[in-house]
């Protein structure tokens, strides 16, 4: 939820980088959002869950009822997006169509 969270925030604020001014979003937005998306198999009531775990783990906070990232937040979206972009580079090492120096054998299934 925090990685999701922090692309959408990502992609709302990339158009604005050269400016003071950050966009923001409610909780309830987000959440339409999400369950709008279709990527996702959670229900509504559980993302709230999510959200509200996210608060009680100090990462993410509300101010004036927009989601707003704390420094710990921050800190944990930036290992969480470490972690993912080492799987990214894994699958598009083999999408690269890499051959192996060992012969591969096929087997009937």
Same mark, same amino acid.
């Given at each position: 939820?925090?990685?999701?969270?922090?692309?959408?925030?990502?992609?709302?604020?990339?158009?604005?980088?050269?400016?003071?001014?950050?966009?923001?979003?409610?909780? $309830?937005? %987000?959440?339409?959002?999400?369950? #709008?998306?279709?990527?996702?198999? @959670?229900? !509504?009531?559980?993302?709230?869950?999510?959200?509200?775990?996210?608060?009680?783990?100090?990462?993410?906070?509300?101010?004036?009822?927009? $989601?707003? %990232?704390?420094?710990?937040?921050? #800190?944990?979206?930036?290992?969480? @997006?470490? !972690?993912?972009?080492?799987?990214?580079?894994?699958?598009?090492?083999?999408?690269?169509?890499?051959?192996?120096?060992?012969?591969?054998?096929?087997?009937?299934?």
């Amino acid at each position: 939820m925090l990685y999701s969270l922090g692309q959408y925030y990502e992609v709302l604020n990339q158009p604005l980088v050269e400016t003071p001014l950050r966009i923001q979003t409610s909780k $309830i937005t %987000f959440i339409e959002l999400l369950m #709008n998306s279709q990527l996702l198999t @959670k229900h !509504e009531r559980a993302i709230y869950k999510n959200l509200a775990t996210l608060e009680d783990k100090k990462l993410i906070g509300y101010k004036n009822k927009m $989601i707003k %990232f704390t420094n710990d937040g921050l #800190n944990e979206l930036q290992k969480v @997006k470490k !972690e993912v972009h080492q799987f990214e580079s894994i699958k598009n090492y083999f999408q690269q169509g890499i051959k192996s120096t060992r012969k591969l054998q096929t087997v009937l299934s």
